[in-house]
């Protein structure tokens, strides 16, 4: 295979979630050698445009009708004809699937079709309409092994068409960016400080982290630090107020750097109720910052050994999760092995080299199949 292979990555936007800097890594540092990556999006517009690599092309289809943006995913499919079209939302990977069975009888080369599934499936909201489109893919790219048993035994999708590839992280990145200086009154101050990354959404269990933050300072002054933005803003902040803690949380929305906080506070804590694979779990590991996470379905229990190198509490219990960080507010200083154990976790298996080698070797086996 002498010409470079054509992989389209799909994309809604480039807002500021795990799926979206994914995208992006593979787009900045995929073997162009081999792979010529291409990026198409509904819109462009959210914090990692700017990471865009420059040579790569670029294609907003969104539309006002409907019908029009179909028409523009066609044309970009068309005119690209590339191999792989590889896409982890559901709303833009149905415009791709309807564009390729509406050019069906027009292509001469046949792209093939990569579904990524990086959130629980059984929570999607319009579940029926994604299974049925969902049948046209050639592949499922699952970033949990709990992922891929949902998608066989409620999907009844053949185990032959599922792959997994966990999530990884920059550990370099990371490293160089928790060393950068924090203004923070709670940080300065060495306060009980905990902290919580992450799109503010039903997802996320966030009101039990705050229920948890309550009983806990009935015990002990602790103070938490939420990162992030989302349509739960502000019901968030005002159940702060109503169970009056307002004055012990502090949202500070999204940070481009949310590893310098993670770095300097006391415990990472992750309070979803749902998940599929949970990158901010393996950064707050490579922090070398403690972690309690819910046991939610999917991921955290492929990430963390209970007691070995995290913790892992029940999904949506107040009363567990205040008990455990209290615990290990009064323990600090018996965790340098969990924390030790946390870091080589993520080296070991987490790494954006790791993820990124198995997506190159799984493009390039399946171009390799496919060509004549």
Request: aromatic share 12%; charged share 25%.
């Amino acid at each position: 295979m002498k010409r470079k292979l054509k992989i389209l990555l799909l994309a809604s936007t480039l807002g500021g979630g795990g799926t979206e800097r994914r995208t992006v890594f593979i787009l900045k540092y995929i073997n162009r050698d081999i792979f010529e990556p291409i990026l198409c999006v509904w819109e462009k517009k959210g914090v990692y445009v700017k990471d865009i690599p420059r040579q790569t092309k670029l294609y907003v289809v969104k539309r006002r009708n409907k019908a029009f943006t179909l028409l523009n995913m066609c044309k970009v499919i068309n005119k690209e004809k590339p191999d792989i079209i590889f896409g982890n939302m559901w709303g833009i990977n149905a415009a791709a699937i309807l564009a390729l069975k509406m050019m069906f009888f027009k292509r001469k080369r046949k792209s093939k079709l990569i579904v990524g599934i990086v959130t629980n499936p059984s929570y999607f909201k319009y579940q029926i309409i994604i299974r049925f489109l969902y049948n046209f893919a050639d592949l499922f790219v699952a970033n949990s092994y709990g992922i891929r048993e949902y998608l066989i035994s409620s999907w009844k999708i053949p185990k032959k068409k599922i792959r997994v590839i966990h999530n990884g992280v920059d550990i370099e990145n990371i490293d160089k960016m928790s060393f950068e200086k924090v203004d923070h009154i709670w940080i300065k101050n060495n306060y009980n400080l905990i902290i919580s990354v992450g799109r503010l959404a039903e997802p996320k269990g966030l009101p039990y982290l705050l229920d948890a933050l309550k009983i806990a300072n009935k015990k002990n002054p602790i103070y938490l630090i939420i990162i992030g933005k989302g349509e739960e803003e502000e019901r968030l902040k005002k159940m702060a107020k109503k169970i009056g803690i307002d004055n012990r949380v502090d949202f500070i929305g999204f940070k481009h750097n949310p590893f310098k906080y993670i770095a300097k506070t006391n415990l990472f804590i992750l309070s979803s109720i749902w998940e599929g694979f949970p990158n901010v779990l393996l950064e707050a590991m490579a922090c070398r910052t403690p972690v309690v996470s819910t046991d939610a379905p999917y991921g955290p229990s492929e990430i963390i050994e209970d007691g070995v190198n995290g913790y892992l509490v029940p999904v949506a219990d107040s009363t567990r999760l205040a008990e455990k960080i209290l615990y290990l507010l009064e323990n600090l200083d018996k965790q340098d092995n969990v924390i030790r154990e946390a870091r080589q976790t993520v080296e070991k298996k987490f790494t954006f080299d790791t993820m990124l080698k198995n997506y190159e070797k799984l493009f390039y086996s399946i171009c390799l199949k496919k060509s004549p």
